[in-house]
């Protein structure tokens, strides 16, 4: 170790330090980014498709109540209560529109999980809800509507099953985030703790060779200096090898 020039030592100490601080920060950076993309992906899963699909869901079975109720109105004679019963359908099937616009807007690459459970989802709706009904509802034809209710009633489920599936999926893959999440995190603790006592370590290791090759010998140059200030020139120097403090000896 006394050839080994002193800049080098402390150099090489705190660029390994300065390592350490890089690998923890780009870990802490990858972490976060991390999270954000998962966050993000939980939200679109509960917060948005899943929301989408159950509320399209609540108002397809609105049209479905209503028509019913547009047909008893129908067959009794009320007219006017069979019109208003089927202006409520016609409202509660724009709002399951939007909601499986929803449902549909937001980009997911071909080969996505979510991809095959949304789609099934859009055809079991088109299903139930076709060009025929959409215009059926606009023309008031409530003895077409009355008959195409059990098509309605028929093809529902398959329409419930899809969505269904989708909020298990929804369901495993938000517990699924969140045990990896704890994995990362005890994976994340344990190399910080590492990290930390090999940092103490290389403090303490460091800090020895400074005493050892720095400030001892450095205290002992002092008191020879001292001596030969004194006229005293007996102190033996020893060699101290080839570094900053051997060339000073």
Do not use: W
């Not at 067959?75 to 709002?95: I, M, Q, T």
């Amino acid at each position: 170790m006394q050839n080994i020039s002193v800049k080098r030592v402390i150099a090489g100490a705190l660029i390994v330090l300065l390592a350490m601080l890089i690998i923890l920060g780009s870990m802490g950076a990858m972490a976060e980014r991390e999270a954000a993309q998962l966050l993000e992906e939980i939200n679109e899963i509960s917060a948005q498709q899943a929301s989408a699909a159950n509320r399209a869901e609540t108002n397809l079975m609105e049209v479905r109540v209503r028509l019913e109720r547009m047909s008893q109105h129908y067959r009794n004679g009320n007219e006017n209560l069979a019109e208003r019963a089927l202006g409520e359908a016609l409202v509660s099937l724009e709002r399951s529109d939007q909601r499986i616009a929803e449902l549909m807007s937001l980009e997911l690459p071909a080969d996505s999980e979510r991809r095959p459970l949304i789609d099934e989802i859009a055809d079991s709706y088109n299903i139930i809800v076709t060009d025929t009904l959409r215009d059926d509802l606009a023309n008031r034809h409530y003895s077409a509507l009355d008959a195409y209710r059990d098509s309605i009633n028929t093809y529902f489920l398959r329409f419930s099953t899809a969505i269904n599936n989708f909020n298990d999926y929804a369901l495993n893959r938000g517990n699924q985030v969140y045990s990896d999440a704890q994995r990362d995190s005890v994976i994340f603790g344990i190399t910080v703790g590492v990290l930390i006592f090999a940092a103490i370590a290389l403090y303490i290791v460091v800090q020895i060779m400074i005493n050892r090759l720095i400030i001892s010998p450095l205290q002992r140059a002092v008191r020879i200096c001292e001596n030969i200030a004194q006229g005293d020139l007996t102190s033996a120097i020893e060699d101290r090898g080839s570094n900053e403090i051997g060339r000073l000896y």
